[in-house]
């Protein structure tokens, strides 16, 4: 069965801290690594990782994937009091139904002033 | 323009009372899918349409919730006999084609509470 686990559940950090979050995963027949920001009740997409050792960066956000150790990992730099949220990992499959999402349970970051 | 629209935005059911929730996906989108996000968790997967024809239901947790989208556009959920355990967020994400994931688009989600 498809799994993503995250860590950590919970992190939280002054204003300007680095940050890293912990994607691992086991998938049959992978397609991709997404990552989202879920501040209120609609996640939003963050990176779309296919393949290993590639970043993808999105100003102070950035994202790379080792498919052969199956993890991931979310980097935010000089946080902000705005990147409060809760950091959603999913991942992919080929097959019917692709597109299929199954989701970690989440990391929920605070960003203290 | 006009992103995934979900009504209601919440909702209080007594125990055993039957609901509908809608999803008004982008327009054009081709792929519908459910999700169902309990506190604390992130999403599982329900149920995956493409236009009218629901494709994957492997995830609807008993047959009390059915899904439906019979004109390839809006789609309801209905949750028979509601129970406490049925308590969530439901999310509704579209998509416009059965390619990558990427760009597939959520709703804000209709929080759902059984009493």
């Known amino acids: 069965e498809d799994k993503v686990v995250q860590s950590p559940l919970s992190l939280v950090v002054h204003e300007g801290d680095t940050v890293t979050l912990n994607c691992s995963y086991e998938?049959?027949?992978?397609?991709?690594l997404l990552w989202y920001k879920q501040e209120k009740k609609a996640p939003t997409f963050l990176f779309m990782l296919?393949?290993s050792g590639i970043e993808k960066k999105s100003g102070r956000l950035s994202s790379i994937l080792d498919k052969k150790e199956l993890f991931s990992i979310l980097n935010i730099t000089a946080t902000q009091t705005g990147d409060s949220a809760i950091y959603l990992c999913?991942?992919?499959?080929w097959g019917q139904g692709a597109q299929k999402l199954v989701f970690g349970q989440g990391t929920r970051l605070t960003i203290n002033p | 323009g006009a992103g995934v629209s979900q009504s209601p935005r919440y909702k209080v059911a007594k125990r055993g009372q039957d609901v509908a929730l809608r999803c008004d996906p982008i327009?054009?989108?081709?792929?519908l899918f459910w999700y169902q996000q309990a506190l604390g968790q992130g999403p599982e997967f329900l149920t995956y349409?493409?236009?009218?024809?629901?494709?994957?239901k492997s995830g609807l947790p008993s047959d009390r919730f059915f899904a439906e989208r019979p004109e390839g556009s809006v789609s309801t959920l209905k949750i028979q006999r509601t129970q406490q355990e049925d308590s969530a967020v439901y999310l509704c994400?579209?998509?416009?084609?059965?390619?990558?994931?990427?760009?597939?688009?959520f709703g804000p989600g209709t929080r759902l509470l059984v009493l």
């Open positions: 994400a579209s998509s416009p084609t059965s390619g990558s994931a990427e760009t597939q688009y």
């Open positions: 327009s054009g989108h081709v792929s």
């Open positions: 349409f493409q236009n009218e024809a629901q494709l994957d």
């Open positions: 998938v049959t027949n992978f397609r991709s």
């Open positions: 296919t393949s």
């Open positions: 999913a991942v992919e499959g």
